[in-house]
């Protein structure tokens, strides 16, 4: 995980009936503009990053592995 402090505003709630409600929010630097520090968005990018590269390898290995059991499926029928 990752630990930043940084202030945000709620800018939007959007609810949802199937799952949790969704928020979004606005960070805001010290001076009052919209965004994170350099620092914490630095870190904040590459944890992002991470997530999303493992979900995505995850979802590839899955489909890989679906497709070649279902070619081998096939095969056995010819």
């Keep these: 995980g990752i630990h930043i402090r940084a ?6 709630k959007r609810e949802n009936p199937n ?7 606005m ?3 010290p001076d009052g503009s919209s965004g994170l520090q350099a620092d914490s ?3 904040l990018g590459k944890k992002i990053y991470q997530m999303i590269t493992n979900e995505t ?3 590839l290995h899955d489909a ?3 497709a070649g059991i279902e070619e081998r499926n096939e095969t ?3």
């Design 57 to 59: 390898k995850n979802v």
């Design 19 to 25: 799952s949790d409600p969704l928020y979004v929010f």
């Design 41 to 43: 968005a630095v870190r």
């Design 64 to 66: 890989f592995s679906k």
């Design 7 to 12: 202030d945000a505003v709620l800018v939007m």
């Design 27 to 29: 960070f805001t630097r």
């Design 76 to 78: 056995l029928f010819l």
